[in-house]
């Protein structure tokens, strides 16, 4: 959604068999019962490559619009929702709009059914999602945010160095952005409480990766992610880091690395 998104369509379809895994579909129920009948209309925020639609889609009503909003244009253009429909079987409609989070207006949700992101949450900071929020109890819109980073991380078999790691990621998660201090790992629990703070209902419902020896394609590309950053933020790790990252691909070369990436849903609804 922001302008400054790192997200790039390879990275997206890596993880996407996870992603769909992880999302609460207990939290994707409730929201199907809270839409009205007849046609929605759908925003997605951060839509990247409309992987939060080709899940939720078949699990609403329809008919169905989708509003596709994200500040990153060269992404939109890997879209591929042709075969993605509702819950009776009927193809989805999708406009894109390509905009930067800063510029939301507050009546941007007007006439929305619904408000949905995916792995969002994290890059944003306090005031944007209090923008975002406060954008949804304008409309009226429920909103279901889903795959908010919580900071825990399970590496099996542990290693002395996962907590400085670990530590580290989660420091440079919540750094300050050029002006934008990030929310990283706070950031469901905050939004959590803006919608709690303006009267609405919410729900929460972890959503975890749980991966393992047929995810090794992932596992490696996310510790890559996870140790650079972690050296990003603490630079005085680097030596310490490049071994344990040599030794972490070791075992998952042998099939010995069970990795677990804790995330949050959070559902928010008008009582």
């Given at each position: 959604m922001s302008?400054?998104?790192?997200?790039?369509a390879?990275?997206?379809a890596l993880r996407a068999a996870a992603d769909d895994t992880a999302r609460s579909t207990e939290l994707a129920g409730l929201l199907a019962r809270l839409l009205p009948l007849g046609p929605v209309v759908l925003?997605?925020?951060?839509a990247g490559t409309g992987g939060m639609t080709r899940w939720l889609a078949p699990r609403l009503p329809g008919p169905q619009e989708w509003v596709?909003?994200?500040?990153?244009?060269?992404?939109?253009?890997?879209?591929?929702?042709?075969?993605?429909?509702?819950d009776a079987g009927r193809?989805?409609?999708?406009?894109?709009?390509?905009?930067?989070?800063?510029?939301?207006?507050?009546?941007?949700?007007?006439?929305?059914?619904?408000?949905t992101a995916s792995a969002l949450l994290d890059v944003?900071?306090?005031?944007e999602a209090a923008r975002i929020v406060s954008a949804c109890v304008a409309g009226g819109a429920p909103a279901l945010f889903s795959l908010s980073v919580t900071g825990v991380v399970i590496l099996d078999p542990?290693?002395?160095?996962?907590?400085?790691?670990g530590d580290a990621f989660n420091a440079h998660q919540r750094r300050d952005a050029e002006g934008r201090r990030l929310m990283g790992p706070?950031?469901?629990?905050?939004?959590?409480?803006?919608?709690?703070?303006?009267?609405?209902?919410?729900r929460t419902a972890p959503a975890p990766w749980h991966l393992g020896t047929a995810d090794a394609p992932l596992i490696a590309a996310w510790l890559d992610g996870w140790v650079g950053a972690a050296v990003a933020q603490r630079p005085e790790l680097s030596d310490d880091a490049e071994a344990y990252l040599v030794r972490r691909i070791a075992q998952l070369a042998e099939g010995a690395l069970r990795v677990t990436v804790s995330h949050q849903d959070v559902l928010a609804w008008p009582r």
């Open positions: 302008s400054l998104s790192t997200a790039t390879s990275w997206l925003h997605d925020l951060g596709l909003r994200d500040g990153d244009a060269a992404i939109v253009d890997h879209l591929d929702l042709d075969a993605v429909t509702d193809p989805v409609h999708t406009t894109v709009v390509v905009e930067a989070l800063e510029t939301l207006e507050l009546r941007a949700f007007d006439g929305a059914s619904a408000v944003l900071t306090r005031e542990p290693d002395a160095l996962d907590v400085a790691i706070d950031a469901a629990p905050v939004l959590a409480r803006l919608f709690a703070d303006a009267g609405w209902g919410v």
